[in-house]
């Protein structure tokens, strides 16, 4: 599977909870381009300044506002987690994972579904696929 055959699906609960109004525009910008390069277990590694440059933003802005997403939380829950690995040896990182919780809105698979529904009444009905 590639990263062309992924889906991203966005509930309209997101809007109607609230949640869109909640992480403003900067936010919800930089969480969709972040959703954009997931895979189908809601995790993806794009470099600051791949999301940069998509983004149209500088590199420093996109690293404020992944600092900004971190630190948001909905329902006492993240919306993304950040995980990174270091260098055994260097002051440097070797990787750096995004993961978009279940919270957001956002939806990860491999096939669209029709008959499924975009308008959820609860999170809970927001599930990776």
Not at 4 to 11: L, R, T, W
Not at 78 to 91: A, F, L, R, V
Not at 105 to 113: L, V
Request: hydrophobic residues 35%; neutral net charge.
């Amino acid at each position: 599977m590639t990263n062309q055959d992924i889906y991203v699906k966005f509930h309209k609960h997101a809007l109607t909870s609230g949640l869109m109004g909640a992480l403003g525009a900067e936010r919800w910008h930089t969480l969709s381009a972040l959703a954009l390069f997931m895979n189908d277990r809601g995790e993806c590694f794009p470099s600051q300044d791949l999301l940069a440059e998509h983004l149209d933003i500088r590199r420093e802005t996109v690293n404020r506002r992944i600092k900004s997403l971190c630190d948001f939380r909905w329902n006492g829950h993240p919306i993304i987690t950040k995980e990174q690995t270091k260098h055994p040896t260097k002051q440097t990182y070797l990787q750096v994972r995004y993961l978009i919780g279940r919270e957001s809105g956002f939806q990860f698979g491999n096939r669209a579904e029709e008959d499924s529904p975009c308008d959820a009444d609860i999170v809970d009905r927001v599930m990776y696929m």
